[in-house]
């Protein structure tokens, strides 16, 4: 019996999550290059100096992190959509996977807010000195790439059975879905590989977690925006159980 898998509720989907792999990725460009790379810097008394001057730009800051949360939640909804008749299980793994590396900029999100905290002008901040406030701030600035990759392997791993659904649905190219299933095992691999070791870190730029993975998604934002899904019968028997 042939399947014709593609309805419109999932075409509809990939526009949606095509728009979204865009848009994420065009949050996290304006928040770090606008705000991240310019002004935390590794000294703690000039970041500092920095957040107090452009304390508007670090609350926006927050509030694109946010927004790169709820852009990520969107995300993986349309992408069960799209992955739901290839495999339910799967396609809801890679959705909760996906939602635990969206959390982790809550927490991203919190530890800004907490070190402008840190640099206000509440009572119980006199309890400390200036000096030691301002590494607390950096501190908590800090916490926030470390929670970035806590977070990263969640992302590869969502990714990467996304990717391998993609293939068995033949949804999108074969050579695309790949890309996408070796850029996600090579984000996850470097991220343990980091965790465990942090000197791995000086052998592999930190830069080249992830920009696979980025280049992937930009493509396949592109890709379903575009094209969407290609549109072919499967057989019933082929299909991966569910």
């Known amino acids: ?3 014709n898998v593609v309805d419109q509720s999932q075409r509809k989907a990939a526009k949606v999550a095509g728009f979204t792999f865009l848009f994420a990725i065009a949050i996290v460009v304006i928040s770090n290059y606008s705000v991240n790379f310019r002004f935390v810097v590794p000294d703690a008394a000039e970041t500092a100096r920095n957040m ?3 304390e508007t730009l670090f ?3 927050i509030f694109c992190n946010l927004i790169y949360l709820v852009t990520l939640i969107i ?3 349309s992408l069960y959509v799209i992955l739901k008749p290839v495999n339910k299980n799967f396609a809801l793994a890679a959705a909760f996977t996906r939602f635990v590396y969206a959390s982790i900029w809550a927490i991203v999100a919190l530890n800004t807010f907490g070190a402008l905290r840190l640099l206000g002008d509440a009572g119980f901040l006199k309890a400390f000195e200036t000096d030691q406030l301002q590494a607390l701030s950096r501190l908590r600035l800090y916490n926030s790439w470390d929670a970035y990759y806590v977070g990263l392997p969640f992302w590869g791993l969502a990714s990467a059975v996304c990717s391998y659904l993609l293939l068995k649905s033949k949804y999108i190219p074969k050579a695309l879905a790949i890309f996408g299933i070796i850029s996600s095992v090579w984000c996850v691999f470097c991220a343990f590989a980091f965790l ?4 791995y870190g000086e052998i592999v730029h930190l830069g080249l977690f992830d920009v696979p993975l980025v280049i992937f998604e930009i493509i396949l934002g592109f890709w379903f925006l575009i094209k969407g899904l290609k549109s ?3 057989d019933q028997p ?3 159980k569910k």
């Open 1 to 3: 019996m042939v399947l």
């Open 232 to 234: 072919t019968g499967l």
């Open 196 to 199: 465990i070791f942090p000197e």
């Open 59 to 61: 609350r926006v800051n």
């Open 52 to 54: 107090m001057e452009h």
């Open 75 to 77: 995300m993986s909804t």
């Open 238 to 240: 082929n299909l991966i």
